[in-house]
């Protein structure tokens, strides 16, 4: 028995102390902690953590494996080559809700095609705040569970050698929701929910996963029908404007504009909310919602970042267009470490304060897809 301990020591401390596993993770170009290679050229995943404050759900946490292949192709100039990324994800919290699921990134064709496909399952335990929730609406609030499965599909197409894309998405959900109190007895619905998006995309971020510059800006337009395999018909648009800047190699900024909308029929958990860090999610809802976030960016040093951010939205009827509605306002802080430099992936965790409570976030990438 002694001698297996001693030989897996033995295994153990060569595998994690010889230099050419510790290689592995050091980047040689700079001498620090990097996964680029263990992602890229030994089939590795990368582990992320996910803790969960988030007030619609409570305390949790979890687990996502993201793995990464490097494309065989040239990158386009001035941007990353983008990886392959697949992966798959897992958590709960402390009021019963869970969830899972699987994910695929693939662009081909030097960049001229990106394809994201999504297929997931959750139970979630929730808060509906009426039509409009804002501070002071408490005696509206009801709580429900959300148990079913998602499906999303989306495909575009450079057009030319722009950077703009044509495409479409699909999105399918089974859900049944469960209403467990409040002042109105409602009964349980189950819905199916097929919608099918047409998009037009403008794309020139430096990097897909962490941008440091360039712009992003995205037009949908969804129409959920029965033709799609739903149960319900309404509409769904969003407006989508992100935009990244460096004033030099040390400080820069990014700011995000985001803007849905509905014609009113779709059931209320597909309302449009207000989507800021520091604000639960389906807090404030309504049949529009509109936010707006800027970022300031600070990079002493190459692979670290720090940054303060803040913002504000409303949420409205369709008939009041945001004219009584009350601003919910936001700020926080934050902390970025460049984690695989060949593919600009960075990792860290955002601090924000909403108008009701701080929150905590673990964040793998950009902070707004």
């Given at each position: 028995?002694?001698?297996?301990?001693?030989?897996?020591?033995?295994?153990?401390?060569?595998?994690?102390?010889?230099?050419?596993?510790?290689?592995?993770?050091?980047?040689?170009?700079?001498?620090?902690?990097?996964?680029?290679?263990?992602?890229?050229?030994?089939?590795?995943?990368?582990?992320?953590?996910?803790?969960?404050?988030?007030?619609?759900?409570?305390?949790?946490?979890?687990?996502?494996?993201?793995?990464?292949?490097?494309?065989?192709?040239?990158?386009?100039?001035?941007?990353?080559?983008?990886?392959?990324?697949?992966?798959?994800?897992?958590?709960?919290?402390?009021?019963?809700?869970?969830?899972?699921?699987?994910?695929?990134?693939?662009?081909?064709?030097?960049?001229?095609?990106?394809?994201?496909?999504?297929?997931?399952?959750?139970?979630?335990?929730?808060?509906?705040?009426?039509?409009?929730?804002?501070?002071?609406?408490?005696?509206?609030?009801?709580?429900?569970?959300?148990?079913?499965?998602?499906?999303?599909?989306?495909?575009?197409?450079?057009?030319?050698?722009?950077?703009?894309?044509?495409?479409?998405?699909?999105?399918?959900?089974?859900?049944?929701?469960?209403?467990?109190?409040?002042?109105?007895?409602?009964?349980?619905?189950?819905?199916?929910?097929?919608?099918?998006?047409?998009?037009?995309?403008?794309?020139?971020?430096?990097?897909?996963?962490?941008?440091?510059?360039?712009?992003?800006?995205?037009?949908?337009?969804?129409?959920?029908?029965?033709?799609?395999?739903?149960?319900?018909?309404?509409?769904?648009?969003?407006?989508?404007?992100?935009?990244?800047?460096?004033?030099?190699?040390?400080?820069?900024?990014?700011?995000?504009?985001?803007?849905?909308?509905?014609?009113?029929?779709?059931?209320?958990?597909?309302?449009?909310?207000?989507?800021?860090?520091?604000?639960?999610?389906?807090?404030?809802?309504?049949?529009i919602a509109g936010s707006l976030e800027l970022e300031l960016r600070w990079r002493p040093q190459p692979r670290w970042?720090?940054?303060?951010?803040?913002?504000?939205?409303?949420?409205?009827?369709?008939?009041?267009?945001?004219?009584?509605?009350?601003?919910?306002?936001?700020?926080?802080?934050?902390?970025?470490?460049?984690?695989?430099?060949?593919?600009?992936?960075?990792?860290?965790?955002?601090?924000?304060?909403?108008?009701?409570?701080?929150?905590?976030?673990?964040?793998?990438?950009?902070?707004?897809?």
């Amino acid at each position: 028995m002694k001698k297996k301990i001693l030989l897996l020591a033995t295994i153990f401390t060569h595998l994690t102390c010889s230099p050419s596993w510790g290689s592995v993770f050091i980047d040689p170009e700079d001498g620090y902690l990097d996964a680029s290679r263990w992602l890229l050229e030994h089939s590795g995943f990368l582990p992320v953590p996910i803790i969960i404050t988030e007030p619609a759900v409570g305390f949790g946490g979890g687990l996502a494996l993201v793995f990464m292949e490097r494309s065989t192709e040239a990158p386009r100039p001035g941007h990353f080559a983008p990886p392959t990324i697949k992966g798959v994800a897992a958590f709960a919290t402390d009021n019963g809700s869970a969830g899972g699921a699987g994910f695929y990134v693939r662009n081909w064709d030097e960049d001229r095609w990106r394809y994201l496909g999504v297929l997931g399952v959750a139970g979630m335990n929730l808060n509906f705040y009426g039509s409009v929730g804002f501070p002071g609406s408490e005696d509206l609030k009801m709580q429900y569970s959300l148990d079913g499965f998602f499906l999303l599909q989306d495909l575009r197409r450079r057009l030319g050698e722009s950077n703009w894309f044509l495409g479409a998405r699909y999105l399918y959900s089974d859900l049944k929701a469960t209403f467990e109190g409040g002042n109105l007895p409602l009964p349980e619905t189950e819905n199916r929910n097929g919608g099918l998006a047409l998009l037009i995309n403008y794309d020139s971020r430096d990097n897909t996963l962490s941008p440091l510059t360039g712009v992003q800006g995205e037009l949908r337009y969804y129409m959920f029908s029965e033709n799609f395999g739903g149960n319900l018909n309404y509409n769904l648009s969003a407006a989508d404007i992100q935009t990244f800047w460096k004033w030099n190699e040390i400080w820069g900024g990014a700011a995000r504009l985001l803007t849905r909308w509905t014609d009113g029929s779709a059931p209320f958990y597909a309302k449009p909310y207000i989507d800021l860090r520091g604000i639960a999610k389906q807090r404030y809802q309504g049949d529009i919602a509109g936010s707006l976030e800027l970022e300031l960016r600070w990079r002493p040093q190459p692979r670290w970042q720090f940054s303060a951010f803040g913002g504000g939205g409303k949420a409205s009827t369709e008939n009041d267009l945001f004219k009584s509605s009350d601003t919910a306002d936001t700020y926080g802080v934050g902390l970025r470490y460049l984690m695989a430099r060949l593919v600009g992936f960075q990792m860290g965790f955002d601090v924000a304060r909403g108008p009701e409570e701080t929150v905590f976030y673990i964040q793998a990438g950009s902070a707004w897809f």
